[in-house]
Every structure is written in structure tokens, then in C-alpha cells.
């Protein structure tokens, strides 16, 4: 019964809604201060042998910002040192827990948890590394005369006057970085790749970009994959500047094939 | 098996030091499992404000600031520390609106793991975004 002269509000708009984070086992529990997105509280929607991590959020808004990023992120990264974890990319949202249950984990279920099976006891860690640049180059003219040629032509001469030679030697410049971004990326992918399961390169995001490789690796083979890294950084010192990010939900790992494929 | 998922870093390496936002929006935007490629009927096509997963297009400007660091660059120095890059992180790919709804119909499947050991690995395609660069 609506009072006179009051807006009725309009018909089904949902205020609610189920976020979904990834993709667990059915036997898991979750420990009670978990916490997701905008601090959310965290809960497990099971179906069969699988279960999805959600929170059901309002819909105020959009989503997205640092901290909800984080939050995605961290709370995937968390359970996958402790359980298989398949990750869902930023931003997945269905209407219920109801379809949750229906949609995803019912209509997926076995191909779910083929894939648990296939990552139970693995975790992914990152390698991005990056070229210090002065040493990178001094490499690129110390190999390249043509790049020392130019070099000289536009050697403290105003960029006005010089600008053509300075595209073409940063042309070269970025074209020798790259080759060297490729020789190092299968260099290190290859040399860690002994510690790891498996290994996919990433692409470049930015110029100097020495690395980005993403590695599986055995939970029980951790302590030696970081040592091993630790090794590849020593080599690099002074050369690239290594990060290692993990462990981390095998985001790398699970992937999607273009229509068709 | 009963398993807990733990919240916090419990033992071990613990969390990555250098695991900036940068690094998050590289991984939590442009990689995992696509919920559209599962779900259709009840997907809720929420808008996502998020910085853009960055992809390196070399440009003139970055030829010139390459001319212009080794212009700088004294040749006969023999050895000296460059500047760590990992500031410069900060300044990469513009903020932008961008909305992911119900409307993609990329199908999606779980990568196999099986046989990956063997000699000849298969890298895992990823998904082409449509639309962007």
C-alpha cells in the first residue's frame, strides 16, 4: 500500500548482489576475521566437491578502487598458500548466491574441479625485473658502433636541431632493449624453470621491462625457487633490478582461449 | 581434508615487498578466470572503475627520452648504480572509466595442466581485449 503522493520505487531493482572471488574446494573452512572487498563480510557458497568465495555486496556504486583491488587480491593471494584457489578476474558479480550455486558452481562443477585438482599444492610467484638503465646503455653503444655513431651526432647539441638522429637512436635503443628483454626473459624462464611446474612469460608494461615471467610452483619446492631467484638477482646486480611477488592465486594459469578455441 | 583458509600471511616468505597497485591492477584486471565465459543469466553488469592493465606502445617521445638518456649517459665511467625504475612505476597508464558487463562472449576454458612438463611447454594464450590500443 503506498501512500498518497509517494514514488513507488521502481519494480525489482536489486540492491544486493553476490561478488564472487574464485573458485575453492567444497572442504574448506573459512577462518571468521577473513575479509573481502570495502571489508566485507566473507563466505563460502558450496555446491558438490566445490565451492565459490563471495560477499555479498551492495550495489551503490561502482567498484574498483585501490582498496578494493587490494582486498581482491589479498584475500585470493592468502588462501592460495593454504588451498587450491582458481582466481576470478576483478569484478565478478551475479545476482544471488542462489545463482552462484546454479550457474557457476552447478554448470561447471567437474571441470571446476578438474582443474583444483590440477593446481592442489602449487602457487604462482611473479619475477618482474626491470634494466637499470645507464648500465643497459652502456651495453646497447658498447655492442653497437651505429648506436655510438649517433650517439656523437646529437652529443650535447640541442634536441631541436638534432631530432631526427635522436628518433633513430632511440629507435635503436628501444629495438636493442627488446632483444635483450627477449634473451633474458628465456634465460631466467629457463633457468627457474627447473624449480617450477610450469612457466608463461608476461607481456612488457613498460620500455625497460628486463622480465615478467609468471612461475607454478610446487609448495614444497618454494624455499628452493627463492633461492634460486635469489641467485638469477645476484647475476643481475647493477644490471636489472628483480622483484618477486608471491605466493600468489595462479592467476597466470587460468586462462581464456579465444571464441572457438 | 578440512583446510582453513588463513587471512593473513601465516609463516614463510609472508608478503611480497614490492607487490604495489600497479602490480595488482596487472594481475587482478588482466588475468583470471572471466566470469562471463561461465555465467549468463544472472551476471550483474556492475561498473568497474579501475586503471587499465598497461601494455608498452613505443612512441617517438619514448625514442627521445632513450636519445636523451644517453646523451646524458658519460661513456667513460666504467661503473656506477643507475636510479632504481621502481618510482617511475607511479607515472604508468592513465586512469580510466571502464565498464565490464554481461555483453562479452569470450568462451573460456581451464588451462590443462597435464604434460606441461615435456620437453615442448605450450604458453597459454591469453584473452585479447577488443577495443583497446
Known amino acids: 500500500m503506498t501512500a498518497p503522493g509517494q514514488t513507488r520505487p521502481a519494480e525489482k531493482v536489486r540492491d544486493t548482489a553476490c561478488y564472487v572471488y574464485g573458485i575453492l574446494p567444497g572442504d574448506v573452512e573459512l577462518t571468521p576475521d577473513a575479509r573481502g572487498l570495502r571489508d566485507y563480510d566473507v563466505d563460502l557458497v558450496r555446491h558438490g566437491e566445490i565451492a565459490a568465495l563471495v560477499s555479498d555486496i551492495d550495489l551503490g556504486g561502482p567498484i574498483g578502487r585501490p582498496e578494493d583491488l587490494t582486498a581482491h587480491e589479498r584475500l585470493l593471494d592468502d588462501a592460495a598458500v593454504e588451498v587450491p584457489v582458481l582466481p576470478m578476474r576483478f569484478g565478478a558479480v551475479l545476482t544471488s548466491r542462489e545463482a552462484v550455486e546454479r550457474e557457476l558452481l552447478a554448470a561447471n562443477h567437474d571441470q571446476f574441479l578438474a582443474a583444483l585438482d590440477e593446481i ?80 608463461v612469460p608476461r607481456r612488457p608494461t613498460h620500455p625497460e621491462d628486463a622480465v615478467q615471467v609468471a612461475f607454478l610452483v610446487e609448495t614444497d619446492r618454494r624455499s628452493e625457487f627463492e633461492k634460486a631467484v635469489a641467485k638469477v638477482a645476484e647475476e643481475w646486480q647493477g644490471r636489472v633490478t628483480l622483484r618477486l611477488l608471491g605466493p600468489m592465486a595462479p592467476y597466470d594459469f587460468v586462462v581464456t582461449p579465444s571464441p572457438g578455441a | 581434508m578440512t583446510t582453513a583458509v588463513q587471512p593473513a600471511g601465516g609463516g614463510g616468505l609472508g608478503r611480497p615487498s614490492g607487490g604495489g597497485l600497479a602490480d595488482v591492477i596487472d594481475t587482478i584486471l588482466d588475468k583470471g578466470l572471466v566470469i562471463d565465459a561461465y555465467v549468463r543469466v544472472s551476471l550483474v553488469g556492475i561498473e568497474v572503475l579501475a586503471i587499465d592493465a598497461r601494455i608498452v606502445v613505443a612512441s617517438v617521445d619514448t625514442y627521445l627520452q632513450f636519445a636523451e638518456a644517453a646523451n646524458r649517459l658519460d661513456l667513460t665511467q666504467t661503473e656506477e648504480q643507475g636510479i632504481p625504475g621502481l618510482m617511475r612505476d607511479l607515472q604508468e597508464g592513465g586512469a580510466k572509466y571502464k565498464t565490464r558487463g554481461a555483453i562479452e ?19 597459454p594464450r591469453r584473452r585479447r581485449r577488443s577495443g583497446e590500443e
Open chain 2, 105 to 123: 562472449g569470450v568462451g573460456e576454458k581451464l588451462r590443462e595442466f597435464v604434460g606441461m612438463d615435456d620437453a615442448e611447454r605450450s604458453v
Open chain 1, 120 to 199: 592442489e599444492g602449487r602457487v604462482e610467484y611473479t619475477l618482474k625485473g626491470r634494466y637499470e638503465e645507464r648500465a643497459v646503455l652502456r651495453e646497447i653503444m658498447s655492442e653497437n658502433p651505429d648506436a655510438a655513431g649517433l650517439l656523437e651526432q646529437i652529443r650535447d647539441r640541442p634536441e631541436e636541431l638534432t631530432r631526427d638522429a635522436r628518433i633513430r637512436l632511440g629507435e635503436f635503443i628501444n629495438q636493442a632493449i627488446s632483444a635483450k628483454r627477449d634473451a633474458d626473459t628465456q634465460w631466467a624462464a629457463q633457468t627457474l624453470g627447473e624449480y617450477a611446474r610450469a612457466s
